[in-house]
């Protein structure tokens, strides 16, 4: 009865801030309502702010010859960094941009009960639905960013996807965990920093063969049809001066070739790193901080996947209150409003990486309510 009372003041505080920020929200609808086009229609009626492949269309918006879509939509159009599973979703919401708001609010709150689920298998002597109501709190009012205001519906369905697949893994759906990590990857392929998920399972090979067979399925009739698909992976983005990346002292002005492949390499040695050490709730967060830290952007929608790491791993911890999620959304959601140098900004970033990372790599292992993969998910501290 007290959970049902708490989801339901969690229901009502995302209906508040899905008013708030909805408004004026979609503010990146545009590349998922033009890419499915591109994808099922072969060309969109008009091109909005997406140009195709250098000298083969003109100027966005205008007429001109444009670049085939279809499995070329890679190839042509490099800038839609979204998987076509996001498309497909995109296509079953009808490109009703009021319809993901909507659903992306409501996936917010199903990531906290599962986050409450998984933490409840982990620590199963710990329940503390005060910490829950507070930080499912924190998250949603950065999860509302990602829904209402910018429609992302990729890095959605990426964290929840990755989020469900930690709760298949350690209540021992391994075949659910894989197929659930190779969609995220084929919604975002930057999801692929979620693999050390598939390690929760004792299951690994099963888990991890599902996700192969997902990932590829997604994948490969584009690389298949036009191998200048790979051009998506080489697409550049403007380092901003608030970026993490910044602050390490990266000074190229465009995403540097070797970053893509290390975010994915830095968070999978992160996570491998984490459940060799029994933290395996830390994997999220690591992911998420390993995003964070070497990208050249610092968009707000970034925010979920470090918060929500954050919420399960307080949720999973004895402290009284959600700590690490209320300072994950503290330095990357409210310092921005209150301090405006760029470099300050892109320190306290990669401080808060730095500090969110040390907490999931040196504190104790975790217990866990399952004897059978007791072994594989870490001993009792």
Same mark, same amino acid.
């Given at each position: 009865?007290?959970?049902?009372?708490?989801? =339901?003041?969690?229901? *009502?505080?995302?209906?508040?801030?899905?008013?708030?920020?909805?408004?004026?929200?979609?503010?990146?609808?545009?590349?998922?309502?033009?890419?499915?086009?591109?994808?099922?229609? &072969?060309?969109?009626? +008009?091109?909005?702010?997406?140009?195709?492949?250098?000298?083969? $269309?003109?100027?966005?918006?205008?007429?001109?010859?444009?670049?085939?879509?279809?499995?070329?939509?890679?190839?042509?159009?490099?800038?839609?960094?979204?998987?076509?599973?996001?498309?497909?979703?995109?296509? $079953?919401?009808?490109?009703?941009? @009021?319809?993901?708001?909507?659903?992306?609010?409501?996936?917010?709150? @199903? %990531?906290?009960?599962?986050?409450?689920?998984?933490?409840?298998?982990?620590?199963?002597?710990?329940?503390?639905?005060?910490?829950?109501?507070?930080?499912?709190?924190?998250?949603? +009012?950065?999860?509302?960013?990602?829904?209402?205001?910018?429609?992302?519906?990729?890095? &959605?369905?990426? /964290?929840?996807? *990755?989020?469900?697949?930690?709760?298949?893994? +350690?209540?021992?759906?391994?075949? !659910?965990?894989?197929?659930? !990590?190779?969609?995220?990857?084929?919604?975002?392929?930057?999801?692929?920093?979620?693999?050390?998920? /598939?390690?929760?399972?004792?299951?690994?090979?099963?888990?991890?063969?599902?996700?192969?067979? @997902?990932?590829?399925?997604?994948?490969?009739?584009?690389?298949?049809?036009?191998?200048?698909?790979?051009? #998506? =992976?080489?697409?550049?983005?403007?380092?901003?001066?608030?970026?993490?990346?910044? *602050?390490?002292?990266?000074?190229?002005?465009? =995403?540097?070739?070797?970053?893509?492949? $290390?975010? +994915?390499?830095?968070?999978?040695?992160?996570?491998?790193?984490?459940?060799?050490?029994?933290?395996?709730? #830390? %994997?999220?967060?690591?992911? &998420?901080?390993?995003? %964070?830290?070497?990208?050249?952007?610092?968009?707000?929608?970034?925010?979920?996947?470090?918060?929500?790491? $954050?919420?399960?791993?307080?949720?999973?911890?004895?402290?009284?209150?959600?700590?690490?999620?209320?300072?994950?959304?503290?330095?990357?959601?409210?310092?921005?409003?209150?301090?405006?140098?760029?470099? *300050?900004?892109?320190?306290?970033?990669?401080?808060? @990486?730095?500090?969110?990372?040390?907490?999931? /790599? #040196?504190?104790?292992?975790? #217990? =866990?309510?399952?004897?059978?993969?007791?072994?594989?998910?870490?001993?009792?501290?």
């Amino acid at each position: 009865m007290r959970r049902r009372w708490l989801y =339901t003041a969690l229901c *009502a505080w995302a209906v508040l801030w899905f008013v708030i920020l909805a408004r004026r929200g979609g503010i990146d609808w545009k590349f998922f309502s033009t890419g499915t086009s591109l994808l099922f229609g &072969g060309h969109p009626h +008009v091109i909005t702010g997406i140009t195709g492949g250098a000298g083969t $269309a003109g100027p966005a918006g205008l007429p001109g010859p444009r670049p085939p879509g279809g499995l070329h939509i890679f190839a042509n159009y490099p800038a839609l960094q979204m998987g076509p599973v996001s498309y497909l979703a995109t296509a $079953a919401l009808n490109l009703n941009v @009021v319809a993901a708001e909507l659903f992306l609010q409501a996936a917010g709150l @199903v %990531i906290i009960y599962l986050a409450d689920r998984i933490a409840r298998i982990a620590r199963p002597d710990l329940d503390q639905p005060g910490k829950l109501a507070a930080g499912g709190a924190v998250f949603l +009012v950065a999860w509302s960013e990602l829904a209402a205001a910018f429609a992302h519906l990729d890095d &959605g369905l990426a /964290l929840l996807l *990755a989020v469900l697949a930690v709760y298949a893994a +350690v209540s021992d759906h391994p075949l !659910v965990s894989g197929i659930a !990590v190779g969609l995220a990857a084929a919604a975002k392929p930057w999801a692929l920093v979620f693999l050390p998920v /598939l390690l929760i399972n004792s299951r690994t090979v099963r888990a991890a063969a599902a996700a192969a067979v @997902v990932f590829a399925a997604a994948w490969l009739p584009f690389f298949i049809a036009d191998p200048a698909t790979m051009n #998506a =992976t080489r697409f550049l983005i403007r380092n901003e001066p608030d970026s993490a990346l910044r *602050a390490l002292g990266v000074r190229e002005n465009y =995403t540097p070739r070797w970053d893509r492949p $290390a975010q +994915v390499l830095l968070g999978c040695a992160l996570g491998t790193a984490a459940f060799l050490r029994g933290r395996w709730p #830390a %994997i999220i967060m690591l992911a &998420g901080g390993a995003r %964070i830290v070497l990208d050249p952007a610092a968009h707000s929608y970034y925010t979920p996947d470090l918060v929500a790491g $954050a919420l399960l791993l307080d949720l999973a911890s004895r402290t009284r209150l959600p700590l690490l999620t209320i300072a994950s959304f503290a330095a990357l959601n409210l310092a921005p409003l209150i301090i405006s140098s760029p470099a *300050a900004q892109g320190a306290i970033r990669l401080a808060i @990486v730095a500090v969110t990372t040390v907490a999931a /790599l #040196a504190g104790p292992a975790y #217990a =866990t309510g399952s004897p059978p993969r007791q072994t594989r998910l870490g001993a009792s501290p």
